[in-house]
């Protein structure tokens, strides 16, 4: 059965969680002529050819992962639009992961000054986070979505069924954003993958499916508020700010949500030693989080290289790093100009 998530932008849409993203897009695609389906050659294969009345769909293979959302690869997308004559009356679509979609994104915010993009996320990762709230980007050398733009969809299409085929490291890197999100907004989110294996959520369609609505209506009403990021947004960054770094650093070899594991244990640590949470909230992480299999531990940097990634955080003020911290599960704040000791003594944690 479908549901139906609200988001209000810069305009309202809805992100349906469906049993059948074929159908709806199909439905979608009868009122354009044109409609051009962004994807990676795995996604091409998979899905075969798209019909609907009148509409011509054409398809654009891109780079899998984040080599698709180079400058180059960019250009290249721009240049195939243009080449292909579409027309601010078309449509994109981008089917596959977070990098895919936020490409996708992109490209339709840009192309001809902004056309009609639908994102079908098809990891758990995109799913909750990267296709939901419009953020659209791509990277330069000196980080992640340093250029984008904020160019809500039309329509989010989520089908679970996608998910089965993902490997299990993939899966757990997406739930690293669905535990996020119990620790901001949501403590039943942590409750119910408490003592969880990832098999047995896995193996359970009706848990996943309630992890993945709870996370969507989570962002939904966050960008609802704060669309552009003014600052209530700032808290789907909860573990970001060192996650990021260590991303970099390891030169994308972890996975996002790896990565933002790692930042959620540096939060734990570094929020434990300032006595901002209990015992208790810091255990939780470690236990959620390992509990699933994901990584807590980082072995791989040098501090300085890190803090200084640290400092180019999008959330940073001037010279000061600004981390998402929470006072109790669902309460966040923020915390600004922290001892550099303290910094340095949370990251001796998450690398012993
Ligand atoms: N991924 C964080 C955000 O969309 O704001």
């Known amino acids: 059965m479908s549901k139906v998530i609200k988001i209000k932008a810069e305009r309202e849409y809805d992100v349906l969680m469906t049993e059948d993203w074929r ?4 439905e979608i695609a009868k009122s354009r002529t044109r409609c051009a389906v962004i994807l990676t050659q795995v996604m091409r294969d998979q899905i075969g050819n798209l019909e609907a009345d009148d509409c011509e769909f054409s398809y654009y293979l891109i780079p899998d992962g984040e080599e698709g959302k180079s400058p180059a690869s960019l250009l290249k997308l721009w240049n195939w639009l243009a080449a292909g004559g579409f027309t601010r009356s078309d449509l994109i679509v981008g089917i596959g992961g977070g990098a895919v979609t936020d490409i996708a994104g992109f490209a339709a915010a840009t192309y001809l000054r902004g056309i009609d993009w639908v994102a079908i996320p098809t990891s758990v990762a995109g799913a909750v986070d990267a296709a939901i709230g419009g953020k659209t980007g791509a990277n330069l050398d000196y980080g992640k979505n340093m250029i984008g733009s904020f160019h809500s969809p039309i329509t989010v299409l989520i089908d679970l069924s996608w998910f089965t085929t993902l490997s299990d490291r993939d899966f757990a890197a997406g739930l690293a954003e669905v535990i996020k999100c119990g620790f901001i907004r949501d403590e039943e989110i942590l409750k119910r993958i408490q003592g969880q294996s990832l098999a047995s959520i896995r193996s359970n369609n009706e848990l996943v499916a309630d992890l993945i609505y709870r996370s969507v209506a989570i962002k939904a009403s966050v960008v609802g508020n704060d669309f552009k990021e003014g600052f209530e947004r700032e808290i ?5 700010t060192f996650g990021h770094a260590v991303e970099q650093h390891s030169k994308y070899s972890l996975k996002h949500g790896e990565c933002v594991s790692i930042g ?8 434990h ?9 810091h255990k939780l992480h470690f236990s959620i989080l390992q509990g699933i299999g994901l990584p807590t531990h980082y072995k791989g940097g040098d501090w300085l290289e890190l803090r200084a990634i640290m400092s180019r955080d999008k959330k940073s003020r001037g010279h000061s790093v600004r981390f998402v911290v929470i006072s109790k599960i669902g309460i966040t704040d923020r ?5 550099q000791g303290e910094l340095l003594s949370a990251y001796e944690k998450v690398c012993s």
């Open 236 to 240: 789907l960054n909860y573990g970001h």
């Open 264 to 271: 959620m244990a540096y939060m734990a640590h570094l929020q």
């Open 273 to 281: 030693s300032l006595g901002l949470i209990t015992d208790e909230v």
């Open 23 to 26: 159908h709806e897009l199909v």
């Open 335 to 339: 915390l600004t100009d922290v001892a």
